[in-house]
């Protein structure tokens, strides 16, 4: 970073990346603004800076105290370790210490012993239960998908789609099956001790909104472009266990979306105006790859000009949208993911090329279509717009 970049940096003020302070008056101070960032997206804290973005600069003796300050906070007061770099800038006769931090790859972080840090806009506070849990699922330390779900056992089970599922998988005879079930259903990590696991009871579950009621996919067809309104023509909660809710979703889509005739004959059904294996993509991957430490739901938005499939949770850190694009893809949710490709109906392969027949299909149909990560708003955004002139 040079002069201008740091000046430009401090016109543009304080935010979740960026963090001023004059200095710091201990190293647990300094520690704990480092674990912020290192549990968050990483960022730059320029120290000899006031809150409203007045240089104040730092002596020579400070720089040198600041700078064994990082070195020993990183390696004896952050748990586990990171590493940061610092770098000093002089504007004018006034020094500026830049301590960039970058994102961390093994959270949670912890300082001083005892707190895990995370920032929250320009501000930082400590690591709420629920946070804690999404930072352990950034690391691979966790999943959420395997966690039992209290009060559940046996009885939740659709055996039905339990029995498909089995034949499906192994080619054998659900009644020759030589184990207790139990046995089979830990070993397939959808039970742990007595009770289901989440992916257990949302994938084979026979009503899994009665033990997580937040797990379901609002589904809203507006009148105009916004959903401020209060009139619409269409609206769902969809329930019931994840084949159910995907045969729900896509029915809801196609019945809400206009069929075209295009070079058709004129008594023929019509092709649906947005291709529907790009929108069967789209609602799938809502389901498979959301963030389900998030007690929040999926939800299915047609508005006049276009169509939003929005699913809780942003990105995983180190996947990026082009990334993505490419067919990258990082497994939130790996017991789910192994499952689906087994599960009758659904059309999950669990290779990461749906999003590349997205863009395909949209692509051949002249559908323009946005994928949008909201790191704020803990959402992604899937929108296809609609050609109202068609």
């Not at 409203?52 to 390696?75: F, P």
């Not at 649906?272 to 993509?281: D, K, S, Y």
């Not at 009758?344 to 290779?351: M, T």
Request: aromatic share 8%; glycine share 8%.
């Amino acid at each position: 970073m040079d002069t201008l970049e740091l000046i430009e940096l401090i016109e543009k003020g304080e935010d979740s990346k960026t963090q001023f302070k004059e200095r710091f008056d201990s190293i647990d101070s300094l520690a704990a603004e480092i674990c912020a960032f290192s549990n968050s997206n990483g960022g730059n804290i320029l120290v000899g800076v006031s809150d409203d973005g007045g240089i104040i600069g730092l002596l020579i003796e400070d720089v040198k105290k600041l700078n064994q300050w990082a070195s020993n906070a990183c390696s004896q007061k952050i748990d586990p370790q990171v590493s940061v770099t610092t770098q000093t800038i002089k504007y004018m006769d006034k020094i500026v210490m830049v301590i960039n931090v970058p994102m961390g790859t093994n959270k949670p972080y912890m300082a001083n012993g005892k707190d895990i840090w995370v920032k929250v806009g320009s501000d930082k506070r400590r690591a709420k239960r629920e946070e804690i849990q999404r930072l352990l699922q950034t690391s691979g330390h966790l999943y959420a998908d395997e966690m039992p779900v209290d009060d559940t056992n046996l009885s939740d089970l659709d055996f039905d789609l339990i029995k498909s599922f089995y034949e499906q998988r192994t080619g054998e005879k659900f009644e020759d099956l030589g184990i207790p079930i139990e046995k089979v259903m830990s070993n397939l990590k959808l039970m742990i001790n007595g009770k289901l696991t989440l992916v257990g009871l949302l994938v084979f579950g026979k009503k899994p909104q009665e033990k997580k009621p937040q797990f379901v996919i609002k589904a809203v067809s507006f009148y105009g472009d916004s959903p401020a309104g209060n009139e619409y023509r269409d609206s769902r909660d969809i329930g019931g266990n994840i084949p159910k809710m995907f045969d729900a979703g896509r029915s809801f889509l196609i019945n809400n979306l206009r069929k075209l005739q295009k070079d058709q004959h004129f008594d023929t059904a019509g092709i649906l105006e947005i291709p529907i294996m790009a929108l069967e993509e789209a609602l799938i991957n809502a389901i498979v790859h959301r963030n389900y430490f998030l007690s929040s739901n999926i939800r299915i938005f047609i508005f006049n000009n276009r169509v939003e499939i929005i699913s809780p949770g942003t990105l995983p850190d180190t996947v990026s949208i082009e990334s993505m694009k490419m067919g990258i893809h990082i497994e939130r949710n790996p017991i789910l993911v192994s499952l689906l490709k087994d599960v009758e109906g659904i059309p999950y392969r669990g290779i990461g090329t749906g999003v590349q027949r997205i863009i395909s299909e949209c692509k051949k149909a002249g559908t323009k279509v946005d994928f949008i990560n909201e790191t704020e708003a803990e959402q992604f955004r899937v929108i296809f717009h609609r050609n109202i002139e068609k």
